[in-house]
Structure formats: structure tokens, C-alpha cells
């Protein structure tokens, strides 16, 4: 079974930073794309962020310039850097990675981490 946890979340102020962390854990064989998507209340999850395992970037409009996504492959971590944060950046964030495992290495699954609330309020 493979498992991501989100960490990093909080509360912080407009214009602020935060950096969110997402560590995949398990019978991984390997991790090809991540990303981070989000959902705020009443509005449906959409993507902020993705990786490929070439460190390939893809970003939604409203984040670009501000947030940067990362990854570091031995530590099978995936990270967004957030800055100048506005308060329409308020959303549960998730962390999401293709994967195979040792059991089924030549199949990818998707996976969900649990989500990290990013609050942005003054």
C-alpha cells in the first residue's frame, strides 16, 4: 500500500509564505507525476501544481509567478513553495502521485494524500 502525507499548512497572513511538504510512503517501485490541487469551500478541487518525474512544471494561471512546485526523488517528496499569498488562496490542499509498486511494478495507480488546510486571513 502506498500513502502520501501532506504537511506544512496553516494560517497565515496576505502576502505571506508557506511551504507545503508531501512524503509518499510504502511498497513504492516508482513515483512518475505529483502535484498539489485544492479545493475551497463550496467550489470544486482544481489543480495548482504538477511534476513530472522529468521535472517538467505545469501551474494554474491564478498561482503562477507566486507558488513553485519541486521534488526531491530520494525522499520521495514533493514540495509547493507559496508566496505572496492571497486570501482566495484559502483551500484545502491535496497532494497527488502516480505510482507503481514492487508487488505490480509495470501498473501506475493514483493516489491521494489526506489534504492540509492553507488559511490565508488577516
Known amino acids: 500500500q502506498v500513502q502520501l502525507v501532506e504537511s506544512g499548512g496553516g494560517l497565515v497572513q496576505p502576502g505571506g509564505s508557506l511551504r507545503l511538504s508531501c512524503a509518499a510512503s510504502g511498497s513504492i517501485f516508482s513515483i512518475y507525476a505529483m502535484g498539489w490541487y485544492r479545493q475551497a469551500p463550496g467550489k470544486q478541487r482544481e489543480m495548482v501544481a504538477t511534476i513530472t518525474e522529468d521535472d517538467n512544471t505545469n501551474y494554474a494561471d491564478s498561482v503562477k509567478g507566486r507558488f513553485t512546485i519541486s521534488r526531491d526523488n530520494a525522499k520521495k517528496t514533493v514540495y509547493l513553495q507559496m508566496n505572496s499569498l492571497k486570501p482566495e488562496d484559502t483551500a484545502v490542499y491535496y497532494c497527488?502521485?502516480?505510482?507503481?509498486?514492487?508487488?505490480?511494478?509495470?501498473?501506475?495507480?493514483?493516489?491521494w494524500g489526506q489534504g492540509t488546510q492553507v488559511t490565508v486571513s488577516s
Open positions: 497527488n502521485a502516480d505510482v507503481s509498486s514492487w508487488r505490480t511494478p509495470l501498473q501506475r495507480f493514483n493516489y
